[in-house]
């Protein structure tokens, strides 16, 4: 469990900084088992934060959300560091994007919490439909620990984790400035299981299988919106000369969406999976990104977001790469 | 208005009768998410959902919608596309949603007459289903509206334990219901004061309320208030709560075309999308989220009531259960009533 009061004794002392602009972090939402993102402009705001493990946001997207409106005469950058709390996965997105040169080091300043996982709201809200009121949800050892209604449920911390979070390999953040709490020790590995009966399957099962899930797709971007790694100026699906993709929403044009997204992301995706919590129609979209997670490992035994020095794989060549893949 | 029964097993041989005389549309399990589907038989409806998460909006304003097709080049002409006028069904829709389409007509038959959705609109019966079982963001009881409320539909089924209680509002509805007579029966004063039992229960499901009183007024004075900045901070501009709102009307025009053949389509837009009022010359006039979210509660808050005396808000809840940041209207427009201003 993070203790919440060092926690908040590090936003303020980070918000309290004159080269900080606000400090990023989660505070309860607005009913059941909702947590929200809150940005502390003041030491008044660091008192409302919290960390339980409902806190699912990866918060690394803000900094990439910051608006840069044109200066007005005699008007300066604001170029102060935005504070973020975050997870092992979120650091992940946060050192990449670093490699990228998209942020800085000293861009941003990091309170770092080690994590054991985080509960996925689909299924907690299946289990306890209903919650209008704040529920609190606590950790004790291998159960999560929930009182609702007045009733304290003891559930296993499997039945209720993101599928990401059982394989993940990375709770500790993996760069920080103030760190909450000790390190954890994880023996977990990722087998990508899910990934294997998916590669078993004929081509023609396949194809069924993402034709159903690409059918749902609105189109709304909310996994593009959601994810700390898409920060072009101008996504590619926004471009109106050339059109790579047409505004039609349909099976050819949503299959060409997802392709691109998952490609664009590729040796870059770091696995926090907001894009499939932030899916409205339920498409498992961290299959595809796995699916290319796992090959890049395979191949060039890279895995992303791990060092900040190191380049990105699509900017490095190496003369012991294997090229089986090549004709 | 007619009061009827319905047998509940009789409901398979009901929708499939309906389906003799119209295209049906229902509520359909598709993979994870409950949706409005052409069923070709009854056994495909899922009854058993607390709504769809696409409203069936979607049905009537498409989200992708040809409007005409086109031959380009010097020898170009205009192909008109006949607009489907077949005589359709959406079966279980929900009382809220029922409402957002009294809501959208306004904007598709004010100023112009948009024959796309209106000849839709003209053709579909809407037979609705009470919602005995709200969900945890349903909010209709704040606009005065009820669960179970038969006021925008033509039919109105209630569970009222074994079977439902059918009220038949208007002459569509007749219509309807006259090709399925043999199975429904007249309902007795009991059978009515059980409606009206369901209808309170289910309302009293509902918790959350939003606070509306003197909405309109007060948007006028704190337009420039610094409290839209403190909404909208966390807002990651994705486009989930206009898509999945039943109000939400905004499209863009497009023309598509290969060498030899184009189509002139529309396809639902969304104001939380810089693209939306991005000018010709790159000027922005909401150029930041804040500009945009705060355009879409004036929206729905103010504009709408001022032109329509309506608001553009139903209780659904769908945009609370899907922002992946939890953005809630009900919290936004209950505090911005709150502001100083």
């Known amino acids: 469990m993070v203790d919440e009061k060092q926690l908040r004794d590090a936003v303020k002392k980070t918000v309290s900084r004159d080269d900080v602009k606000y400090v990023v972090g989660y505070k309860n939402g607005t009913y059941g088992f909702q947590v929200t993102p809150v940005f502390a402009f003041s030491l008044e705001d660091a008192d409302k934060f919290i960390f339980s493990p409902l806190c699912v946001n990866n918060l690394a997207v803000y900094p990439m959300l910051e608006e840069k409106l044109p200066l007005r005469k005699g008007e300066e950058e604001d170029t102060r560091k935005i504070g973020l709390v975050v997870k092992g996965c979120d650091s992940r997105a946060i050192v990449q994007i670093i490699q990228e040169k998209g942020l800085k080091r000293e861009d941003v300043v990091l309170i770092g919490i080690p994590c054991t996982g985080v509960i996925d709201p689909k299924k907690i809200n299946a289990k306890f439909p209903h919650q209008t009121k704040t529920v609190d949800v606590k950790e004790d050892g291998e159960k999560f620990v929930i009182k609702v209604n007045g009733t304290t449920h003891k559930i296993p911390k499997d039945e209720l984790l993101f599928e990401k979070c059982k394989h993940c390999e990375n709770p500790n953040p993996v760069i920080y400035d103030i760190l909450i709490g000790k390190e954890v020790k994880t023996s977990k590995k990722e087998n990508y299981e899910d990934i294997k009966s998916l590669e078993k399957k004929s081509l023609e099962e396949k194809w069924d299988y993402w034709k159903k899930q690409f059918e749902k797709c609105i189109r709304c971007y909310a996994c593009r919106d959601a994810c700390p790694m898409c920060y072009c100026k101008e996504c590619m699906v926004d471009q109106l000369s050339p059109q790579w993709i047409r505004r039609s929403v349909n099976l050819s044009e949503n299959t060409a969406w997802h392709l691109m997204r998952a490609f664009h992301l590729a040796g870059r995706c770091i696995g926090c999976g907001e894009c499939e919590r932030a899916c409205p129609m339920d498409i498992p979209l961290t299959k595809l990104n796995k699916k290319i997670e796992k090959d890049i490992k395979e191949m060039f035994d890279y895995t992303p977001g791990i060092d900040a020095e190191e380049k990105p794989l699509l900017a490095m060549f190496k003369p012991d790469d294997p090229e089986e893949f090549i004709l | ?341």
Not at chain 2, 56 to 71: D, H, N
Not at chain 2, 269 to 289: F, H, I, K, V
């Open chain 2, 1 to 341: 208005m007619d009061r009827l029964i319905l047998p509940k097993n009789k409901m398979s041989e009901f929708i499939n009768a309906i389906k003799t005389k119209y295209q049906v549309f229902a509520p359909v399990e598709n993979d994870g998410v409950t949706l409005f589907k052409q069923i070709k038989d009854s056994s495909e409806v899922n009854l058993d959902f607390s709504n769809s998460k696409v409203p069936p909006k979607a049905l009537l304003f498409k989200q992708t919608e040809t409007l005409f097709k086109f031959t380009p080049g010097t020898k170009g002409k205009i192909d008109p596309v006949d607009i489907p006028n077949e005589k359709t069904v959406i079966f279980g829709i929900r009382p809220c949603d029922a409402k957002s389409l009294t809501i959208l007509d306004h904007v598709f038959k004010n100023d112009f007459e948009d024959p796309y959705y209106l000849t839709k609109r003209e053709n579909t019966v809407l037979v609705g289903l009470s919602c005995n079982q709200p969900d945890v963001n349903c909010f209709c009881t704040s606009f005065d509206d009820g669960p179970a409320s038969a006021e925008h539909v033509d039919i109105l089924l209630t569970d009222i334990g074994d079977k439902y209680y059918v009220e038949v509002k208007s002459d569509k509805g007749k219509q309807l219901a006259k090709t399925v007579d043999k199975l429904l029966r007249p309902a007795s004063e009991n059978d009515g004061e059980k409606k009206k039992e369901v209808e309170k229960k289910a309302a009293d499901i509902i918790t959350r309320h939003q606070k509306t009183d003197g909405i309109v007024d007060k948007l006028d004075k704190i337009f420039d208030n610094p409290f839209w900045k403190n909404i909208a901070v966390k807002c990651l501009g994705c486009g989930t709560c206009t898509y999945l709102c039943p109000t939400c009307h905004c499209f863009d025009i497009q023309d598509e075309t290969t060498m030899a053949k184009g189509a002139r389509i529309r396809v639902w837009d969304s104001c939380m999308r810089p693209e939306y009022t991005l000018q010709a010359s790159g000027y922005n006039p909401r150029p930041t989220r804040m500009n945009r979210v705060r355009n879409r509660v004036y929206h729905k808050y103010s504009y709408y009531p001022k032109n329509y005396d309506i608001i553009a808000c139903v209780g659904c809840g769908r945009c609370i259960d899907n922002c992946p940041t939890n953005i809630d209207i009900i919290d936004v427009v209950t505090k911005a009533g709150e502001v100083k201003a």
